[in-house]
């Protein structure tokens, strides 16, 4: 993204979630909107660990009540069953391991899986990671079904360009693999293209919901939440979480995970969820 970019898509910074709501529902106009939102540090906070990452009780009724109303896909990094577990939801669709693994309701027929031919690849390069960082304090080598991720955020900041290093030198050996960055994270996925953005066009155009009469509003607080971002554009309401960057295509921008979930609750009940919510 160039500068011109970046000053083109400059969001309201760290507005509270009222004081968005007139803009926001503004642009969605009269069309119906669908959600698309990230997990980790949007819908929960971000934990040292992955596995320590909790998601707030409020925020799991918020869920509830939103999909009882619209459609919500969460579109997450995590692998589908890790996901699906911290939600706890059947009423929501999943889009796992950075919208590769895509799975609705039950009853919804909706089923997407990209990237298996490089299940072989990634369970080598795990392992190989494994052996090559696990003497390293801190370093957590996340497998999943089709995608990997290495997590230095316990890691000693000394030793950040060394993980990187490693991750970098092990990725390059293996073509059929993409390697990205995130917030202290390096991702590995197949290198087809496909990301967090085509993941929701694909889950739009599956459920025939059109730009004419639905608004897709996509949260999320990476650097893989831009392609959500940017797939839908101006035909939808985009909303960054968080300070963690400062050039995002992101039209909004929310502080925390709590004001992420108030504006959220504006959709749902809203003068019951945005009460309960400022007592959290």
Request: with cysteine.
């Given at each position: 993204m160039s500068t011109d970019d970046c000053q083109a898509h400059t969001p309201r910074d760290h507005a509270p979630a009222e004081a968005l709501l007139g803009p926001l529902k503004a642009r969605i106009g009269g069309r119906t909107p669908v959600f698309f939102l990230d997990f980790d540090g949007t819908l929960a906070p971000i934990a040292p660990r992955p596995e320590s990452a909790r998601l707030p009780e409020t925020t799991r009724g918020l869920l509830r009540s939103l999909s009882a109303r619209y459609v919500v896909c969460v579109v997450s990094g995590r692998g589908l069953e890790d996901v699906q577990e911290k939600i706890g939801l059947h009423s929501l669709f999943y889009a796992a391991d950075h919208g590769r693994c895509i799975v609705g309701p039950p009853g919804?027929?909706?089923?997407?899986?990209?990237?298996?031919?490089?299940?072989?690849?990634?369970?080598?390069?795990?392992?190989?990671?494994?052996?090559?960082?696990?003497?390293?304090?801190?370093?957590?080598?996340?497998?999943?079904?089709?995608?990997?991720?290495?997590?230095?955020?316990?890691?000693?900041?000394?030793?950040?360009?060394?993980?990187?290093?490693?991750?970098?030198?092990?990725?390059?050996?293996?073509?059929?693999?993409?390697?990205?960055?995130?917030?202290?994270?390096?991702?590995?996925?197949?290198?087809?293209?496909?990301?967090?953005?085509?993941?929701?066009?694909?889950?739009?155009?599956?459920?025939?919901?059109?730009?004419?009469?639905?608004?897709p509003v996509c949260m999320g607080d990476d650097l893989t939440?831009?392609?959500?971002?940017?797939?839908?554009?101006?035909?939808?309401?985009?909303?960054?979480?968080?300070?963690s960057i400062t050039c995002t295509e992101a039209l909004f921008r929310v502080h925390d995970v709590r004001e992420a979930a108030r504006?959220?609750?504006?959709?749902a009940t809203p003068s019951d969820l945005l009460g309960d919510l400022s007592q959290d």
């Amino acid at each position: 993204m160039s500068t011109d970019d970046c000053q083109a898509h400059t969001p309201r910074d760290h507005a509270p979630a009222e004081a968005l709501l007139g803009p926001l529902k503004a642009r969605i106009g009269g069309r119906t909107p669908v959600f698309f939102l990230d997990f980790d540090g949007t819908l929960a906070p971000i934990a040292p660990r992955p596995e320590s990452a909790r998601l707030p009780e409020t925020t799991r009724g918020l869920l509830r009540s939103l999909s009882a109303r619209y459609v919500v896909c969460v579109v997450s990094g995590r692998g589908l069953e890790d996901v699906q577990e911290k939600i706890g939801l059947h009423s929501l669709f999943y889009a796992a391991d950075h919208g590769r693994c895509i799975v609705g309701p039950p009853g919804s027929e909706v089923r997407l899986e990209v990237g298996s031919e490089a299940r072989s690849a990634l369970r080598t390069v795990g392992r190989r990671l494994e052996s090559a960082l696990g003497t390293i304090q801190g370093v957590v080598v996340e497998q999943k079904d089709l995608s990997l991720s290495v997590h230095y955020r316990l890691v000693s900041p000394a030793l950040h360009e060394h993980v990187a290093a490693v991750v970098g030198e092990l990725a390059a050996l293996v073509p059929q693999l993409a390697l990205k960055s995130g917030k202290l994270v390096h991702e590995l996925r197949p290198d087809d293209h496909w990301d967090k953005g085509q993941a929701v066009l694909w889950l739009l155009e599956r459920l025939g919901l059109t730009s004419a009469e639905h608004c897709p509003v996509c949260m999320g607080d990476d650097l893989t939440d831009e392609d959500m971002f940017r797939a839908v554009g101006e035909q939808g309401v985009t909303v960054f979480v968080g300070d963690s960057i400062t050039c995002t295509e992101a039209l909004f921008r929310v502080h925390d995970v709590r004001e992420a979930a108030r504006l959220l609750a504006a959709f749902a009940t809203p003068s019951d969820l945005l009460g309960d919510l400022s007592q959290d």
